[in-house]
């Protein structure tokens, strides 16, 4: 019974992860910008993934009892990476003098470049 | 059993969006644009391999996450300090910054 409960709680946390991945793609896709588009695959991307691992994790505790901490180890790392790898990106982009979209207001970092 | 529908329906989802993914690769008008795309590519590529683990009802492709994990984020950190610098590996003593 319990068990039952639990795979549907990771069914649902599978399908909020691919539906958050298709809203990054689908970002990514229409984003007019460089710097916009890493703001979509950056944060949607990520947190889709955690989702989906977590919903794994979930699956394989009610299903099989089994307890895989390599899971989370891998959500932690997400977490933590992948935010890093997108400013860094980001970063050596403004450097390398990468055009923004003309809709842009201001730009704070242009003295200091 | 119906629970293999659900993972096969989020399998079809995760590929239309490394489709996407993938237009965004090929057409990125700059070299920034690619990067990203990549990065977000290998990230799907990991939840399809524990979406695969569900559907194949085995747990032995978990590792195989950790693993690409890693060298995704290495390759960008690896590109981006290229692009930046030009150069990954620097063999500067004196350790100057001039970008």
Partial sequence: MIGTIVQIISIIFIMIGALLSCVSAIGLIRLPDVYTRAHAAGKSSTLGVMFMMFGVFLYFLARDHHFEPTLLLAILFIFTTGPIGSHLIMRSAYYSGTKYTDSTVRDDLKDVK | ?99
Avoid at chain 2, 41 to 67: D, H, P, R
């Fill in chain 2, 1 to 99: 059993m119906d629970m293999d529908i659900i993972i096969i329906i989020a399998l079809i989802l995760v590929s239309f969006a490394m489709l996407g993914i993938l237009y965004r690769v090929i057409k990125g008008p700059t070299l920034a644009d690619r990067v990203v795309g990549l990065d977000a590519l290998g990230i799907s590529l990991m939840a399809m391999i524990a979406l695969f683990s569900v559907l194949l009802n085995t747990k032995y492709f978990i590792s195989i996450i950790m693993l690409l994990a890693v060298l995704a984020f290495l390759g960008t950190t690896a590109f981006a300090k290229f692009m930046q610098k030009g150069e990954i590996v620097e063999y500067d003593r004196n350790n100057r910054t001039d970008h």
